[in-house]
Nanobody, 125 residues
Framework: QVQMVESGGGLVQSGGSLRLSCEAS????????MAWFRQAPGKEREFVAA????????HSGDSVKGRFTVSTDSAKNTVYLQMNRLKPEDTGVYYC??????????????????WGQGTQVTVST
């Protein structure tokens, strides 16, 4: 199994920045792709960004492109999400996810095997 703990969430004003961290433990060598999803109240969980565990080409959702950056430090077993120019619509619980299968997509919650407990991000106007 892969265990993950997110941190770095909080309250920020519109236009501000936050950096989320996701520290992984356990069978991290089995992780192929690491991703961030978010969920606003009353809405489905939404893909934010993904990156191969050892780094490489990243993928971002359309709503965050140009503002959010995902990165990984495999030596620290940590994945980061740098969020800039935050907007009120970015408010939600942000989850870290790990995909261990070497096949399939990366944009659906069904593609991922392990999840963190989430961290709340609130962007005020």
């Amino acid at each position: 199994q892969v265990q993950m703990v997110e941190s770095g969430g909080g309250l920020v004003q519109s236009g501000g920045s936050l950096r989320l961290s996701c520290e992984a433990s356990g069978r991290t060598f089995s992780a192929q792709i690491m991703a961030w999803f978010r969920q606003a109240p009353g809405k489905e969980r939404e893909f934010v960004a993904a990156i191969p565990w050892n780094g490489g080409i990243t993928h971002s959702g359309d709503s965050v492109k140009g503002r959010f950056t995902v990165s990984t430090d495999s030596a620290k077993n940590t994945v980061y999400l740098q969020m800039n120019r935050l907007k009120p619509e970015d408010t939600g619980v942000y989850y870290c996810a790990a995909k261990t299968r070497g096949w399939g997509g990366i944009y659906s919650v069904l593609d991922y095997d392990y999840w963190g407990q989430g961290t709340q991000v609130t962007v005020s106007t």
